[in-house]
């Protein structure tokens, strides 16, 4: 505060960012919680991934090593999950995820043939889950992929 040419007071204000913190710190833990599963996937060699609004985003390095892509062909190269499988196991597995819309977020497993970059098929075990579902909006799929 000034009165003239001269500083007569001061204000100081404070603000409380405890909760803050705490949240900050909480979300830290969190995602320090989800590196560790899919770092753990990886050491198993079960594949995740991620699709998010029908577009794959996140797949880890085990997923990337069954299918034979790296990240950025999949992105590049695979319009849908469903270009995974081979013709043949598509609609089945169509109605499949169907369900798990239906039913929610339970994990729901199914054997098909992962279809490689190579054109090789894999036989393996899929979990599908359904996450974070907004009105309005494609859900947040999770794929979890163990070759038997």
């Not at 599963?37 to 699709?51: A, C, N, Q, S, W």
């Not at 098909?112 to 009105?135: C, I, M």
Request: proline letters at 4%.
């Amino acid at each position: 505060m000034r009165v003239g040419k001269e500083i007569t007071g001061l204000v100081i204000a404070f603000r409380d960012i405890t909760r803050r913190e705490a949240a900050e710190a909480e979300k830290t833990s969190w995602l320090n919680l989800v590196d560790a599963v899919y770092h753990v996937h990886d050491e198993l060699g079960i594949g995740t991934l991620i699709v998010d609004d029908g577009r794959i985003h996140y797949a880890n390095d085990a997923f990337r090593t069954i299918s034979g892509y790296s990240l950025e062909a999949i992105k590049a190269e695979v319009p849908e999950v469903f270009a995974f499988l081979p013709t043949e196991e598509r609609e089945g597995f169509q109605a499949h995820l169907a369900d798990v819309y239906i039913c929610g977020t339970t994990p729901s497993a199914r054997r098909v043939k992962l279809l490689r970059r190579d054109g090789s098929q894999v036989p393996v075990e899929a979990w599908v889950a359904k996450v974070n579902h907004q009105p309005g909006k494609v859900s947040r799929l999770v794929f979890i992929v163990k070759p038997v």
